[in-house]
């Protein structure tokens, strides 16, 4: 298992390569030049060509994507063509403030959404699977930002309970820290809970036929046991692929919901970076992000063999 | 070294607070301290006010850096950092001489020699700065205290120049950091103005930290203005971006921020319907709209076809579309803002009323043959959004084909600058916006720029219109000034530089625990407190 786990560390290389060629191909053949936003409305074709050759934007491709890679390889994400500060700075400042919005998000998502389906299958056709679903559908359609407006009016403005926007470290203190994350998380949440809802019923209603099911029942075991020990664990399977495809969308979710409450996050990083074309900060926001999703993809194929000792690589 | 400079400012600061509560209390009607929260018009990246000419940076340096002369709410420059100075007889030789303890951020003094690397590295950069510098100034240093500015040739608004309200401000910086190219930016923030910027602090995207200057000593007069006395009441600022103005809005009205600098104009209506908001004009000079034709290619390198494009406008239809709320925007029919110094309504006739059969005979005179015109169609930034939908249309009317590009400012910037026929990616119409205080007379004014090559995106080649700025500048009295302001207008509207679209105010709001702030271009800090 182990050594699995080293070979598919070692394979997530050409991943990463392949990635970074191409957002760095992507990003060059796309409209705009930050010179011409660094050089200001006063400047001369010539003033720009000069700030375009300090930054090195009038080599030829395959220069200044060396000269990018060569930097990465040295851990070296480069430097913000706008602020000056090191991209791995900026991605510092931003990380905490995703990571923990992802993960509260996700723990909403996964601690509602899982026995929300389970329940929902145990009862299937019933009022209970049929608001299950209506939920499900209502989460799937509601637009994140919409959403995010209406808890604010309800929960910040009108009640007073929580604030509007920010994001306080967690060194600011327990309840500041949370009372912060707790609209956004529960705003990001809604369309993977709804997600997750609907893959555990569906899951659940095909294990929930099996004959050894029928057999736990008959041998008079607890609903409880059966539905958790029996049901769940082997219909989890797909429930933990969803989990970790929800973790990287939650990721690219965030972007909305950063822009909503203002948090400071790598979203918002890097819509701001795409903006101004500040090329170094969004390749390196994304060649991190993209290391992410190639973990979490990893993480999710170790589970497989985790809750199921059949599977083999 | 930061560590140092903190147990210094703080020092500093409990001495300051300490002396404010031995003297007189009662003399200051503000309350003193606090911090206040502020939402910045955009988010700041480039810290050099100098190296770009974004009004965000502009706004923090006014924070962080002072200026020799400042400009009063009534557009008279004043002496700022300047306690004394003198000109020559024949206007050929200033002599500057900096007031008692002025102090850097690090704790230096500030020094003459500082403010010749300054001005140096200013005049490469700027507009005015540059027509200063092509009249063979020499800066000197006459003593620790003392400089002196020695022209080759007649330049009159010296003071003007050194006064200019908005980018680029002529900021002043310790001599080792004004050293610095001007095409590089600047790598430390150590000024001498009322606020220190807190480095460790800022985090671009979401907030930049100010605390006040406890070594600053502000001039002994009523603040206007950049000009007057700059006291400062806060002990912190805190700007905060929110890119979403509905966000911005609701922690306004939460009491989670405390002035909110641009609000749209849609919001504030329901802005003023809160009884714990207010409004406040800062500024109402305001901002004027410009189309800009390309000179180099057709059919806008011929000058009937650019006068069609004064005979269709109709800056009512603009503003309506693009600002919509009649008490913000104003017509004006002139090349320099209304209200400013230089209005006039000299050669603009043809601008106050449309004629849109006369715009129609144009294009036929001009030759027009039917050729799309590439209007560049900013998506993402509202007013100029409508100013193109309004365009197409008005172009249309006057017998045009138009195509208008979609795109976002970003990508309108890189279009912009391209020389290139609209086919092969160039464009023939922009649009974009400059505040009055940008617009203001010749030799600040780029749309009235005829330097060809040389001159503003569009590339116009006017000489005349480069003669008359040079006269302008060079012209001793007010009177004078204002007779070739009024020629570079004819010129510009009749050969049409551009063709401007209205101006219009932009209100600013805040709750009303914060008081005293002042009217300027920029938003200011001193004088403003909170309870």
């Known amino acids: 298992m182990l050594a699995e786990i080293l070979r598919r560390l070692v394979a997530t290389i050409p991943v990463m390569v392949v990635v970074a060629l191409a957002v760095f191909a992507l990003l060059h053949v796309t409209p705009g030049d930050p010179a011409v936003i660094i050089a200001g409305d006063y400047a001369t074709s010539d003033d720009i060509a000069r700030i375009r050759a300090r930054l090195g934007l009038d080599a030829p491709f395959t220069t200044q994507v060396g000269l990018w ?79 995010g407006f209406i808890l604010v009016y309800i929960f910040a403005i009108t009640a007073g309970w929580l604030p509007v926007q920010g994001y306080q470290p967690l060194a ?141 690589y | ?66 200026t020799l002369f400042g400009t009063d709410e009534k557009l008279n420059v004043r002496p700022q950092m300047v306690d004394k100075h003198s000109v020559s007889k024949d206007g050929m030789k200033y002599s500057f001489t900096l007031r008692d303890g002025l102090k850097w951020h690090d704790g230096q003094a500030v020094a003459a020699e500082d403010c010749v690397e300054s001005l140096k590295r200013w005049m490469k950069k700027d507009r005015f700065g540059r027509l200063l510098a092509a009249h063979g100034p020499k800066l000197a240093v ?11 040739e007649k330049f009159g608004p010296v003071l003007e120049a050194l006064g200019k309200p908005s980018s680029n401000v002529p900021f002043m910086m310790p001599a080792r950091i004004a050293a610095t190219s001007a095409d590089e930016q600047i790598k430390e923030v150590v000024g001498s103005g009322p606020f220190r910027f807190v480095k460790d602090d800022w985090q671009p995207g979401n907030q930049v930290v100010y605390v006040k200057h406890a070594d600053y000593v502000p001039r002994n007069e ?27 809005s609701a922690a306004l009205a939460a009491g989670e921020i405390d002035w909110w600098e641009l609000p749209p104009i849609d919001f504030i209506a329901k802005i003023e319907q809160n009884a714990a908001l207010a409004t406040f004009l800062p500024d109402t000079l305001g901002t004027q709209g410009w189309l800009r034709p390309n000179h180099l290619h057709p059919p806008f390198n011929n000058k009937k076809a650019r006068q069609a494009l004064v005979a269709m406008m109709n800056q009512e239809t603009y503003l309506q579309a693009a600002i919509g709320v009649p008490k913000y925007y104003r017509t004006c029919a002139g ?62 009317a006057a017998g045009f084909t138009v195509d208008l590009k979609a795109m976002d400012w970003s990508t309108g910037l890189a279009v912009r600058a391209k020389k290139d026929p609209p086919d092969k990616g160039g464009w023939n119409v922009l649009h974009t916006w400059w505040m009055a205080a940008d617009v203001m007379h010749p030799a600040v004014h780029f749309g009235v720029s005829g330097a060809g090559p040389g001159a503003w995106f569009g590339w116009p080649e006017i000489p005349q219109l480069e003669q008359l700025i040079t006269d302008f500048v060079r012209a001793g009295d007010q009177a004078r000034r204002r007779a070739l302001a009024e020629q570079v207008q004819k010129v510009a509207l009749d050969e049409v530089a551009y063709v401007p679209w209205g101006e219009w105010t932009q209100p600013t709001a805040h709750r009303k625990s914060v008081s005293g702030i002042l009217k300027f271009i920029a938003p200011l800090f001193w004088n403003v407190s909170i309870a």
């Open chain 1, 69 to 147: 890679l060569g930097r990465v390889v040295r851990g070296d994400l480069g430097t913000s063509i706008f602020s000056g500060l090191p991209v791995s700075t900026l991605i510092g400042q931003r990380a905490a403030t995703t990571v923990w919005l992802t993960l509260f998000a996700m723990l909403i998502s996964v601690g509602v959404g899982v026995p929300v389906g389970v329940v929902a299958a145990w009862r299937r056709g019933s009022w209970v699977d049929r608001a299950v679903m209506m939920f499900a559908v209502s989460g799937f359609s509601m637009p994140t930002f919409w959403l």
């Open chain 1, 172 to 312: 600011a203190g327990l309840w500041p820290f949370l009372s912060h994350l707790i609209l956004p998380a529960v705003t990001l949440s809604v369309v993977y809970m709804a997600l997750i809802a609907r893959m555990t019923r569906a899951s659940m209603l095909g294990v929930l036929a099996e004959d050894y099911i029928r057999t736990a029942f008959a041998k008079g075991l607890a609903p409880r046991g059966v539905l958790i020990r029996h049901a769940l664990k082997n219909a989890s399977l797909p429930v933990v692929t969803i989990i970790g495809i929800g973790f990287a969308l939650l990721i690219g979710g965030a972007v909305v919901t950063e822009s909503v409450f203002a948090l400071p996050g790598l979203g918002r990083l890097t819509v701001d970076a795409i903006v101004r074309r500040d090329y170094p900060v969004i390749q390196g926001v994304l060649l991190v992000v993209s290391g992410v999703y190639v973990l979490l993809n990893l993480v999710v194929d170790v589970l497989y063999v985790v809750l199921d000792p059949r599977i083999r």
């Open chain 2, 1 to 66: 070294m930061s560590q140092l400079d903190r147990r210094q400012f703080l020092a500093g600061a409990a001495a300051t607070a300490a002396a404010a509560a031995v003297a007189a209390p009662a003399a200051h009607a503000q309350k003193l301290g606090g911090t206040l929260r502020f939402v910045a018009q955009a988010d700041l990246k480039i810290l050099d006010p100098v190296w770009t000419t974004a009004y965000i940076t502009r706004n923090h340096a006014y924070l962080v850096y002072d």
């Open chain 2, 142 to 152: 006459a003593d620790r205290k003392t400089f002196t500015l020695e022209l080759g």
């Open chain 2, 222 to 248: 009523a603040p206007s203005g950049s000009a007057g006395g700059k006291k400062v009441n806060l002990d912190k600022v805190i700007w905060r971006y929110m890119p979403d103005a509905a966000t911005a």
């Open chain 2, 335 to 396: 090349v320099f803002a209304c209200g400013g110094p230089y209005a006039s309504k000299a050669g603009a006739e043809g601008l106050a009323k449309q004629n849109l059969e006369r715009a129609r005979q144009l294009v036929k005179e001009s030759g027009y043959d039917g050729r799309p015109i590439t209007v560049v169609h900013i998506t993402d930034i509202s007013f100029l959004n409508a100013a193109a939908l309004v365009t197409r249309e008005l172009l249309t």
